[in-house]
């Protein structure tokens, strides 16, 4: 499956982030779809990712500091779920709580996910906005707002 085809998408109802120029335990997750298939596995925000299907999503401690070998893992991740069919499960290996464990997650279908998930949406008209999206970090270390 290709990334932009019209064929239905897998997800694990996740959000990811860096986590740092120290981090090489696995792609960060930042956020958790409520009700999704990360969630109902089990995992939790500020996990980390460290291999999906065997294919590896940790950083050597030379690549740590390299904002974009941070980038690359989580491209990693995409293309893996690319390779997928919603329905389908996946093999995670998964750091978190100081341990490592394997979680397996049935993937779904991303529009359907995010229809669900949706909140309720403002005409432009009636709120100011701004254009930006927040996040963290992850760590517990991040005291500047």
């Known amino acids: 499956m290709i990334a932009g085809s019209d064929s239905p998408r897998a997800v694990l109802g996740i959000s990811t982030g860096g986590g740092g120029?120290?981090?090489t335990l696995g792609v960060l997750i930042t956020a958790i779809t409520p009700n999704g298939p990360a969630e109902r596995a089990g995992l939790e925000e500020g996990n980390r990712i460290q291999s999906i299907n065997n294919v590896n999503l940790r950083l050597s401690a030379a690549d740590a500091a390299d904002d974009e070998?941070?980038?690359?893992?989580?491209r990693r991740l995409t293309r893996e779920l690319n390779r997928v069919k919603p329905g389908d499960e996946v093999e995670l290996r998964v750091y978190g709580g100081g341990r490592t464990r394997s979680v397996r997650v049935r993937t779904a279908d991303a529009d359907s996910l995010?229809?669900?998930?949706?909140?309720?949406?403002f005409d432009?008209?009636?709120r100011s906005t701004l254009g930006i999206s927040l996040g963290s970090t992850g760590s517990v270390r991040d005291?500047?707002?």
């Open 21 to 23: 120029g120290r981090d």
């Open 69 to 74: 070998m941070g980038h690359l893992m989580a």
């Open 114 to 121: 995010y229809r669900r998930a949706r909140r309720v949406r």
């Open 124 to 126: 432009s008209d009636d």
């Open 143 to 145: 005291t500047l707002g």
